[in-house]
């Protein structure tokens, strides 16, 4: 059964400041990777989806990568501003479409 | 136009009763999930339906009980509810374990 943990589970920096978020998978045949974001009491927004053949992907100052061979994918935010400070979730899904989640890293940017 | 859309966003009801959350999505996909997440944040998986067909179901009480009436539906049902019971539900929904797209939740308060 794959395990997926995200380090650290809280976060703070100032603002402006470049952050890297990461996610660890347990197995790495996986299809394709999520990152997600929750802001408190909101859904989860989906921000970026890496295909298992892509070593990135892009939108705006998020940076995805993804490394399947270590089970590793990061998330870059460049310039980080207040309204960035939200949960963010990672998740992988199995071949029998059941999506498997970690645990958030919850981020705050200070003004 | 919301892609994936549940009602009610709020229910606050007394231990014992019976209630049912309702989600529909328009993104034409054939597989839909229920998600719990409790006061810690993590995301549990319920139930997913594939094109009208149960093809998870993890381990929940049987007071819990799906029903998928077409493939843009699935509906949960909670029957004699219980404190513990109190938390935020999300439906979400993908094609062949592509992109999850997640609903607003409802959240789900019992006194």
């Known amino acids: 059964k794959q395990e997926v943990t995200q380090i650290p589970a809280a976060l703070s920096v100032p603002e402006g400041e470049n952050l890297v978020l990461n996610c660890s998978f347990t197995d790495s045949a996986i299809y394709n990777l999520q990152w997600f974001r929750q802001d408190p009491g909101k859904g989860l927004t989906s921000l970026l989806l890496i295909q298992s053949s892509q070593r990135e992907q892009t939108s705006g100052r998020l940076n995805a990568s993804l490394d399947k061979s270590s089970g590793r994918s990061t998330l870059y935010i460049a310039a980080s501003q207040p309204g960035d400070s939200a949960t963010y979730l990672c998740a992988v899904p199995d071949t029998g479409n059941q999506f498997y989640f970690g645990t958030g890293t919850s981020l705050t940017v200070i003004p | 136009d919301t892609a994936v859309s549940q009602t009610p966003k709020y229910l606050v009801t007394q231990m014992g009763n019976d209630k049912s959350i309702k989600c529909e999505q328009n993104l034409g996909h054939d597989t839909m999930y229920w998600y719990k997440q409790d006061s810690k944040k993590f995301l549990k998986i319920m139930f997913s339906?594939?094109?009208?067909?149960?093809?998870i179901n993890e381990t929940v009480p049987n007071r819990f009980s799906p029903k998928s009436p077409d493939k843009a539906h699935l509906n949960l049902h909670i029957n004699s509810l219980e404190l513990g019971d109190s938390a935020v539900y999300f439906c979400?929904?993908?094609?062949?374990?592509?992109?999850?797209?997640f609903g607003e939740g409802s959240r789900l308060t019992v006194l």
């Open positions: 339906y594939n094109n009208k067909e149960l093809i």
């Open positions: 979400a929904s993908s094609q062949l374990a592509r992109e999850l797209f």
